[in-house]
C-alpha cells in the first residue's frame, strides 16, 4: 500500500461530509458497523492485496462517524438548547469585530452562561451583533445579558452549517449595555491580530477605494471593505477562490524565506524551521481559517521533510492536513472554502500534472524557442483545467449554480491575481518608503480594477450563470461518481473513457428532460428564511413575482432564490411596506436582476 495516510484521511473526510446529511442515531449505527467491518476486513482478508486499504477506509470511516456524533452530543446540542433563553454572558473576545447592514458583530468565547443565577456549564463561541462598535480590543472580556438563539437555516446559505464549521454555535442579541474587563497579558493571537490591523492600513493607505479592498483581500482574506456586488461578480464567474487564501500565499511566503536564507548562505535544512516559522506566523494573522491552514500544514510537511532529507508526497500531505483540521473539529468538513480549497489541490495533483506531460510529449518535435514559448501558458492552463473541474461538484453542491465561464475567467483572471499577490505583499512591506512603495500600488491598483472589469464583464454574458437546483442533480452527481469509480477499477479491461462520457452525458440528458416535463406549469411558492421578515417567491414557468421585502438581508435570500431557479428577470415586485430599509432592499435588488 503506497500511500496508507491518504486512505485513511480522504475516508475521514469524505464520511464526515456524509454525515452532515444524516441523523445522529443513523450515524452512531454506521460508525458501529464500519468499526466491525474493518475488523472482519482486516482479520479474514489481511493478506489479499486489498484488504488492508479496505480495512483503513472502514477504520476511518467508523472514527469519522464517532466522532461526528461525539462532538454533535457532548458540545453542538448542550448549546443548540439554550437557543431562545435569555441569559447573562461572559466571555473573551476573539477577534476584532465584523461589519454587515450596520451591526458590528463579535465572536465571543463563552467562559459562563448563566440562566436564573445558575450556570450552564456550556462553553462555546458565540456570534454577538451590537448597533455600535464596542471600546473593545482582542481578548478584552465582555459581560452582557443577552437572547440566545441558533443560527438562520434555510434555502440557500445555510448559516447554521457554515458557523458549525468555524466552530460558532449559537447568536446572540444584547439586552443590556456590555461590560468591559480590558486583558492587561493578552495571547500572542492578539499580536497577529495587530499585525494584520498593520497590514490592512498600510494596503488601503496605497490603493483606495475597491482596488484596495480587493487586494486585502487576494493577499489576507480580507473582504469586509469588498462590494456585494464585485463578491457577486466573483461567484458568478468562478473565481471566489482568489479571495480565499490558501496554496499560493503560504507557497509565495515560505518559497520567499528559503530564497532569502539560501542567498544569505544559509543551508537549505536550516533555513526550513524559519520558513516554516513565517507560515505559522501568516496562518496566525489570516485567523487560522480552514482553507490557510490546509495549505498551511501542507507546507509544514513539506518543510520538515525538506529538514530530514525526503521528499513528501502531495496526497499523503494533502490527506494528513485536511485529517488534522476535521480530527479537532469535524464540522469544518463542510466548510466551503476548506471544499473548495482541498477539491482544488487535489485535482492540480491528480490532474493538472498529467494534462502537462500530455502537453510536453506533443511538443516534443517543435523547436526549443516555440515550445518554452506553448508550455508556460499550458502549464497556467493545466492547473486551472485540474482546480476547475475538480471544484465543479463543490460548487454545485454548495451555491445550487454552475458558472459556465468559470474556465475563461480562471485563465484569464488567475494570473492577474498572482501578480497582485506579489505587489500587494511588496506594498504592505514598502509602505514607510514613499518613493518604493508607487510603482507596486500602480500595479496592485490597476491589476485590481482589470479583475473587476473582466468579471463584471463575463458575469454580465447571458446565462453566464446557470442553476443546478435540481432533485436530479444529485443523482447525477451520484451517478457520475460510480461511473468514474468503475473506469479507474476497469480501465485495464477494456473500459473506454469515451464511453463512460457518454453515460453520462445521457443520464444528464434524461435528468433535464424529466425535470422538464415534471415542472411545467407548476405553480411554486417559495417563502425565504429572512428572520422575523416576510419574503415570499412565486414562480411558474420561469417567470417570478417577488412579494415583500423586509427581515435580515432580504434581497440577498430572494436573488439567490431566483438563481437557484435560474430565473434572471422579475414580473412584480410587492412591497407590504415603505420604510427606509424595505426601498433600501428593493433598490438593491432591482439592481441585481
Avoid at 226 to 255: C, E, N, R
Avoid at 269 to 290: D, E, L
Avoid at 474 to 503: E, N, P, Q, S
Wanted: hydrophobic share 50%; with cysteine; net charge positive.
Amino acid at each position: 500500500m503506497r500511500r496508507p495516510l491518504a486512505v485513511i484521511g480522504f475516508s475521514f473526510v469524505a464520511s464526515l461530509i456524509a454525515a452532515s446529511f444524516m441523523g445522529f442515531y443513523v450515524n452512531a449505527a454506521l460508525a458501529v458497523l464500519f468499526a466491525v467491518s474493518a475488523g472482519v476486513a482486516f482479520f479474514s482478508f489481511g493478506r489479499i492485496r486489498a484488504g488492508k486499504p479496505s480495512a483503513l477506509a472502514l477504520l476511518a470511516a467508523a472514527l469519522a462517524l464517532a466522532a461526528y456524533c461525539t462532538t454533535w452530543q457532548l458540545w453542538y446540542l448542550p448549546a443548540a438548547r439554550l437557543a431562545t433563553q435569555t441569559a447573562v454572558l461572559s466571555g473573551t473576545v476573539t477577534d476584532l469585530p465584523q461589519v454587515s447592514n450596520g451591526k458590528y458583530y463579535y465572536i465571543v468565547d463563552a467562559k459562563s452562561i448563566t440562566i436564573g443565577g445558575k450556570d450552564t456549564g456550556v462553553r462555546t463561541k458565540i456570534r454577538i451583533g451590537f448597533a455600535s462598535a464596542l471600546a473593545t480590543l482582542p481578548y478584552d472580556t465582555v459581560s452582557v445579558q443577552v437572547r440566545l438563539s441558533l443560527p438562520y437555516s434555510g434555502a440557500g446559505f445555510d448559516s447554521a452549517s457554515y458557523y458549525r464549521s468555524k466552530g460558532v454555535y449559537l447568536f446572540a442579541k444584547p439586552l443590556t449595555t456590555a461590560q468591559i474587563s480590558k486583558n492587561t497579558h493578552p495571547p500572542l493571537m492578539f499580536y497577529a491580530i495587530a499585525l494584520r490591523q498593520t497590514i490592512l492600513k498600510r494596503i488601503y493607505g496605497a490603493v483606495s477605494g475597491q482596488p484596495g479592498a480587493l487586494a486585502a483581500g487576494i493577499l489576507i482574506g480580507d473582504t469586509t471593505q469588498l462590494s456585494s456586488q464585485i463578491k457577486s461578480d466573483f461567484t458568478d464567474t468562478g473565481i471566489s477562490h482568489t479571495l480565499a487564501v490558501s496554496g499560493t500565499q503560504i507557497s509565495l511566503i515560505a518559497q520567499c524565506l528559503l530564497l532569502l536564507l539560501c542567498a544569505l548562505r544559509v543551508p537549505r535544512r536550516a533555513a526550513a524551521p524559519a520558513a516554516m516559522a513565517g507560515v505559522v506566523v501568516f496562518m496566525a494573522v489570516t485567523g487560522f481559517s480552514p482553507s490557510v491552514s490546509r495549505a498551511g500544514i501542507m507546507s509544514i510537511v513539506y518543510l520538515v521533510g525538506l529538514m530530514i532529507g525526503r521528499e513528501s508526497d502531495a496526497l499523503n500531505s494533502l490527506a494528513i492536513a485536511v485529517f488534522a483540521l476535521c480530527a479537532i473539529n469535524p464540522f469544518a468538513a463542510t466548510d466551503t472554502g476548506l471544499l473548495l480549497s482541498f477539491s482544488a489541490t487535489l485535482g492540480m495533483i491528480l490532474l493538472s500534472g498529467r494534462l502537462m506531460k500530455l502537453a510536453e510529449k506533443a511538443s516534443q518535435r517543435w523547436p526549443k524557442a516555440v515550445k518554452s514559448l506553448v508550455l508556460k501558458p499550458a502549464g497556467v492552463l493545466a492547473e486551472t483545467t485540474g482546480a476547475s473541474v475538480f471544484t465543479v461538484p463543490v460548487v454545485m453542491l454548495s451555491f445550487k449554480t454552475l458558472s459556465l465561464v468559470t474556465f475563461a475567467s480562471n485563465i484569464v483572471e488567475v494570473p492577474i491575481s498572482l501578480i497582485v499577490t506579489i505587489s500587494t505583499a511588496l506594498t504592505a512591506a514598502a509602505a514607510s518608503v514613499k518613493w518604493l512603495v508607487i510603482p507596486f500600488a500602480f500595479i496592485t491598483k490597476y491589476g485590481c480594477l482589470a479583475m473587476i472589469v473582466v468579471a463584471r464583464a463575463l458575469a454580465s454574458l447571458p446565462y453566464a450563470v446557470v442553476s443546478t437546483d435540481y432533485a436530479f442533480v444529485d443523482i447525477f452527481l451520484l451517478f457520475v461518481l460510480c461511473v468514474a469509480a468503475a473506469y479507474l477499477l476497469f480501465r485495464k479491461r477494456g473500459a473506454h473513457f469515451t464511453a463512460a462520457l457518454v453515460c453520462c452525458g445521457f443520464a444528464l440528458m434524461c435528468g433535464l428532460f424529466s425535470h422538464f416535463i415534471a415542472t411545467r406549469g407548476v405553480l411554486e411558492v417559495d417563502s425565504l428564511a429572512v428572520g422575523n421578515g416576510i419574503s415570499t417567491v412565486i414562480i411558474k414557468d420561469g417567470r417570478a413575482v417577488v412579494v415583500g421585502l423586509s427581515g435580515y438581508r432580504p434581497e440577498l435570500q430572494v436573488e439567490d432564490a431566483l438563481t437557484r431557479h435560474g430565473i434572471r428577470r422579475v414580473e412584480a415586485l410587492v412591497l407590504t411596506d415603505c420604510a427606509d430599509k424595505t426601498v433600501d432592499s428593493a433598490n438593491a435588488l432591482i439592481t441585481a436582476v
